[in-house]
Structure formats: C-alpha cells, structure tokens
C-alpha cells in the first residue's frame, strides 16, 4: 500500500451575486445614435447626391429588390428602371413568388409602368405606381470597386414601402449605358 496525505481543507469562495441588470433588446443597425457608424461599416463607397445625379440620367438601373437581408426571401423582383433625365421613368418589373397559395410551385408576375425620380440631398428617389403602388422609396447608394451598386433605405415615412426601414438593403444591382 502507499501512504496517502492527509486531504487538505480547501477554503470555500463565497458565492457572489450578480448585480441586477435591466434587460434589453438587442440593438438594430443605427440605433441609439449610431447611424453614422453604421454607414462607415458599410461595403463600397457612399456616393453624393451630385455623383448620382451625373452617373444616372440617361441610364438604366438593373436591380434586384425587396427583402435581401431574408436569405431565400419569397419576395424578391427584379427591377429594370430606365431614368430620363427630365425626371421621369420606365419601370419594368418581375416579381418572384415562392410557394404561392401553399403549394410547392414558383411563380412569376411582370408589370411595366412609368415613374418619377429625383436627387433628395444624398439619396436616389423613386415612385412609380408598379412598384409597391406608388410608393415613395428614397436610398442612399454605396458603390464597390467592381462597379455594383447597393441601395440602403433611408428617410422611410408613412408614403414608402411597407418593407422601408432606415439602413436596410432594399436593392442590389448595377448600372448600364443608354436606356435599353
């Protein structure tokens, strides 16, 4: 047999209790103040409402929109806006619905109607009656290096997209030469 020492007694610690904390939702993007270090966060670089204004007359703008931040979104279009520079434009859309009426099918819608843009400070306006029935959605635009454009919602109010929330992705795309 080996000799065994004797067990030691070991001092027990006091439990300490935990100071009472007042419970909190998470925060959102931008919120309590934050909104301007939101947009430094975001990937690209913002662009002016002078840039934009030079960059979209007489363009098109290719997009895919709605709720980009839900991955697999069932409510997703895509969206081809050709801007006139006299402030009008031509909209043409296709939605996308997944599982439409609680089947497994897919289905599509195409509308086309005319619409109104315009430069508000540093964000892109829209309305057009084909998009959300007329609702006024405005953005503010990052730019990446490879040219593709993100559209962030921004001065959402009581006349915008049931889905315009203030620094959400409402649109991704990218720009094209002429009015095709």
């Not at 002016?48 to 007359?57: D, V």
């Not at 892109?124 to 998009?131: D, E, G, K």
Request: with cysteine; hydrophobic share 30%; net charge positive.
């Amino acid at each position: 047999a080996i000799p065994v020492a004797p067990a030691k007694e070991v001092p027990q610690e006091k439990p300490v209790k935990p100071e009472p904390q007042e419970a909190s939702a998470p925060k959102k993007s931008g919120e309590q103040g934050a909104a301007d270090e939101s947009k430094k966060n975001r990937p690209g670089t913002a662009l002016t409402g002078q840039e934009i204004s030079a960059a979209f007359s007489g363009r098109t703008l290719n997009l895919t929109a709605g709720r980009l931040d839900i991955p697999s979104g069932n409510r997703l279009m895509d969206m081809k806006i050709h801007l006139y520079p006299d402030g009008t434009s031509r909209v043409q859309l296709v939605y996308f619905h997944y599982k439409t009426f609680h089947r497994e099918e897919t289905s599509t819608r195409k509308f086309k109607g005319d619409g109104k843009w315009w430069i508000d400070g540093n964000k892109f306006c829209h309305r057009a009656m084909v998009v959300d029935y007329g609702a006024v959605n405005c953005y503010e635009l990052n730019q990446r290096s490879n040219g593709d454009l993100e559209l962030y919602f921004e001065g959402c109010a009581g006349n915008s997209s049931a889905i315009c929330s203030n620094g959400r992705l409402g649109a991704k795309g990218r720009l094209q030469s002429g009015l095709n």
